[in-house]
């Protein structure tokens, strides 16, 4: 079992910085490969970005690809979400979870957080 719990959303305007935190309960963290996603207000849950459990692999969605990096620290059982340059569309309520491998797919992961909110304002 794993239990996750975001932090660090709010309010930023258009071209400011954020990071998110994704701390997790549980020893068995660094076995997981975990993964950022979002919605949007009716919107489904799109994948953001995803990192394999040693941190050594990470996979991005198209439309964040140079904006918004993924990185964790296993001796913190905490995975992080960088995130510069933010524009409007990327206002959603952000979610981490928790999967055996690194997928795109929100269905195929285990654990969920709560989610945070990200407003980015123009």
């Known amino acids: 079992q794993v239990q996750l719990v975001e932090s660090g959303g709010g309010l930023v305007q258009a071209g400011g910085s954020l990071r998110l935190s994704c701390a997790a309960s549980?020893?068995?963290?660094?076995?997981?490969?975990m993964g950022w996603f979002r919605q949007a207000p009716g919107k489904e849950r799109d994948f953001v970005a995803a990192?394999?459990?040693?941190?050594?692999?990470?996979y991005y969605a198209d439309s964040v690809k140079g904006r918004i990096t993924i990185s964790r620290d296993n001796a913190k059982n905490t995975v992080y979400l960088q995130m510069n340059s933010l524009k409007p569309e990327d206002t959603a309520v952000y979610y981490c979870?928790?999967?055996?491998?690194?997928?795109?797919?929100?269905?195929?992961?285990?654990?969920w957080g709560q989610g945070t909110q990200v407003t980015v304002s123009s």
């Open positions: 979870a928790a999967a055996r491998t690194a997928y795109s797919d929100y269905l195929k992961y285990d654990y």
């Open positions: 549980g020893r068995t963290f660094s076995s997981y490969a």
């Open positions: 990192i394999n459990w040693s941190g050594g692999a990470t």
